[in-house]
């Protein structure tokens, strides 16, 4: 699903924030991404997201060779992917409802079908009864739960977090996690950048840590 041979990715500044990076994740598995910060867990996401492109080396998603993909298709692979956040992205001038639907606008789905999959989302984190509230009357976790909905609403194969309990406290941050799980349950391929070694010490999935743009000592790479 997700494979790195031997990537690099350099900045124009010439910092090298991932180099040789190897790894392999499989289709419908969940795994954490841990590191320092500055480690460049973000970086991987993007690269993963085609945020950024790499320097060096392959990268294959779902069989497609991210360095072959032209500019022009980046939008149509990019709805194969959830991207969550720490910060939530959410636009607060728009109802809980307004954002979820945006991915669905974006890609023309006709009113109905968006009313119907937005619901649907807002109901598995637990938010139908917020839909037309506007994101700061939530609190934090309830907005990082709409960042969820939003990212799950097309429905895509591969779910992104970059550190999505950043901000939360421990129980909140184990209830975002249930949802990931929940998520990864019904087959999502689910990759989360964390810094809280001892939220995925408590969880039953492999993580691949980076320490200076490499994987750490001792990781094994598939």
Do not use: C, W
């Not at 509230?133 to 939530?138: D, N, T």
């Amino acid at each position: 699903m997700i494979q790195f041979t031997d990537v690099y990715k350099r900045y124009a500044n010439r910092h090298e924030a991932l180099s040789g990076l190897s790894f392999e994740l499989q289709q419908g598995e969940m795994a954490f991404l841990t590191g320092h910060s500055g480690a460049g867990k973000s970086t991987l996401l993007k690269l993963i997201a085609l945020i950024e492109r790499s320097t060096h080396g392959q990268i294959f998603v779902n069989g497609q060779n991210l360095s072959r993909l032209s500019k022009g298709k980046i939008p149509y692979y990019r709805r194969q992917i959830g991207l969550v956040f720490q910060d939530h992205n959410l636009l607060h001038d728009r109802t809980v409802f307004d954002n979820v639907a945006l991915p669905l606008v974006i890609e023309g789905e006709n009113h109905r079908e968006i009313g119907r999959r937005v619901r649907a989302s807002l109901d598995k984190v637990g938010l139908l009864n917020k839909e037309r509230q506007l994101p700061i009357a939530l609190s934090g976790g309830e907005q990082q739960r709409v960042g969820i909905a939003r990212a799950v609403v097309s429905r895509p194969p591969i779910l992104l977090a970059d550190e999505p309990t950043g901000n939360l406290d421990p129980d909140l941050s184990r209830d975002i996690m249930q949802l990931f799980e929940q998520f990864n349950q019904v087959g999502v391929t689910v990759f989360i950048a964390t810094h809280d070694l001892e939220l995925v010490k408590a969880m039953p999935y492999r993580h691949i840590a980076l320490e200076g743009g490499r994987l750490a000592l001792g990781q094994v790479q598939p």
